[in-house]
């Protein structure tokens, strides 16, 4: 097992069934997310035959970075697990400060037909201590810290919902990486029971819906959560969620070239979230060479932007990262893998 897997509470279970003091606990987060260690003899507070404990029980091994892809205020890492496996991350440069986004699985299952990362199926769940890892690593790298994380990498993470959980509270505690709640945040396709054991934690971290379209016709076609929760059980859900919170929601749609960039898909969209406290975040699509979808153009984006605005919903447009590079979610894994 690996050390940075545990969370501080697990740790402090840890320590007390050694026989030795809970307070431990505290005093190891410290040495690994303040003070960044990567070898157990650099603890000095902690009495060296425990040491030499842990270092038998937990691992302290990182991951390795294999691939580093740069372009204006974006970096793309390719991960290699310890069993091989390939993930990915990707830093993004904000006026706000550097946010990261995180995968959660080696692959996933979703199958979403405009994914690559659903292109090539699941794999397996990341442990806690692989998602963990991967922003300590990018610290590293950059020299510079994280502010921000978005859990919308590889993989589907309410798939994976225990060991997400895990990781969560270990990069928002403060002995640990202290991110703050409000800068976390959580993308889900629609698992609808997931959603509503999210709305159940007592950390305001904040949920995302990779959306896209916006009936169920499009939606079960090209997404095939959307047939065990359609949308008239994922929207109550949605503004259950939102009572329960008092958290606003972010509906993530990926506009599709003649798909779901029409007027029509506009007004039925602007109709779904009417009342609801959320935002629509648009995102231009990356393209990719295995999957015949095309990016909708700029006229069309601004169009599709301009009938939300007109019906009084809050919406954004993402700000395109990576041109240059493997942009897609899951490309640079696809490219590394299939080689």
């Not at 040495?31 to 060296?48: A, S």
């Amino acid at each position: 097992m690996n050390i940075y897997g545990l969370t501080i509470e697990e740790m402090e279970e840890y320590f007390l069934s050694l026989g030795s003091k809970a307070f431990h606990a505290k005093q190891l987060f410290s040495w690994l997310y303040e003070k960044r260690i990567e070898d157990y003899k650099d603890v000095t507070d902690i009495k060296k035959e425990l040491v030499e404990v842990i270092s038998k029980d937990y691992s302290i091994e990182r991951l390795k970075i294999v691939d580093i892809q740069e372009d204006v205020d974006v970096n793309k890492y390719l991960f290699e697990l310890s069993d091989g496996e390939h993930i990915e991350a990707v830093l993004m440069r904000h006026d706000y400060g550097n946010s990261i986004c995180v995968s959660s699985q080696v692959g996933c299952n979703m199958g979403c037909k405009f994914c690559e990362s659903g292109r090539r199926k699941k794999v397996r769940n990341l442990e806690v201590h692989e998602m963990v890892l991967q922003i300590l690593m990018i610290e590293k790298e950059l020299g510079e810290r994280i502010s921000h994380v978005v859990v919308m990498g590889i993989g589907e993470p309410f798939d994976n919902y225990d060991n997400l959980v895990k990781f969560l509270k270990i990069i928002n505690h403060p002995k640990g990486l202290a991110i703050g709640a409000r800068h976390i945040t959580v993308s889900t396709c629609g698992i609808v029971p997931k959603i509503k054991e999210f709305s159940e934690l007592d950390l305001q971290f904040n949920l995302a819906i990779s959306f896209h379209f916006p009936n169920d016709e499009l939606r079960s076609k090209i997404m095939p959560i959307n047939k065990a929760y359609p949308l008239d059980v994922l929207m109550p859900a949605l503004k259950e969620y939102v009572e329960k919170t008092n958290r606003r929601l972010t509906f993530e749609y990926i506009l599709l070239k003649d798909i779901n960039d029409t007027e029509e898909c506009a007004l039925q969209l602007a109709k779904l979230v009417k009342g609801l406290n959320c935002y629509i975040n648009l995102i231009p699509y990356n393209e990719t060479n295995n999957i015949e979808f095309k990016r909708s153009n700029t006229v069309q984006i601004m169009k599709f932007y301009d009938i939300l605005k007109k019906n009084k919903v809050n919406v954004t447009i993402r700000k395109e990262f990576g041109s240059k590079i493997s942009a897609a979610c899951g490309q640079l894994r696809s490219k590394k893998e299939e080689l």
